[in-house]
Nanobody, 114 residues
Framework: QVRPVESGGGLVQAGGSLRLSCAAS????????MGWYRQAPGKQRELVAG???????NYADSVKGRFTISRDNAKNTVYLQMNSLKPEDTAVYYC????????WGQGTQVTVSS
């Protein structure tokens, strides 16, 4: 089964930064929207940020001004730069890529210590 491949998660102290990457190799249909979601223990999965092929972006209110989503269409890769991290950002972060079909990554753990 084709899956986007995420990388870049880890453990960081509050106030620190991490950069997540998601490569969509093997996905051959036209990619339109690329996005990042997260799911904390006991909570529903939520949208963190999304970006269209043309570069339009949207963010959850909780991350505006701290996170930046970007993409490289030539590499079919989406990035999430996370700055000023807070303990409440701790979650498993998932990449979702939407073209003719939608594809989810396996998730990468982000843990922010206080």
């Amino acid at each position: 089964q084709v899956r986007p491949v995420e990388s870049g998660g880890g453990l960081v102290q509050a106030g620190g930064s991490l950069r997540l990457s998601c490569a969509a190799s093997g996905i051959i249909d036209s990619i339109n929207i690329m996005g990042w979601y997260r799911q904390a223990p006991g909570k529903q999965r939520e949208l963190v940020a999304g970006i269209t092929r043309g570069g339009s972006t949207n963010y959850a209110d909780s991350v505006k001004g701290r996170f930046t989503i970007s993409r490289d269409n030539a590499k079919n890769t989406v990035y999430l730069q996370m700055n000023s991290l807070k303990p409440e950002d701790t979650a498993v972060y998932y990449c979702k890529i939407t073209g003719l079909l939608s594809y989810w990554g396996q998730g990468t753990q982000v843990t922010v210590s206080s």
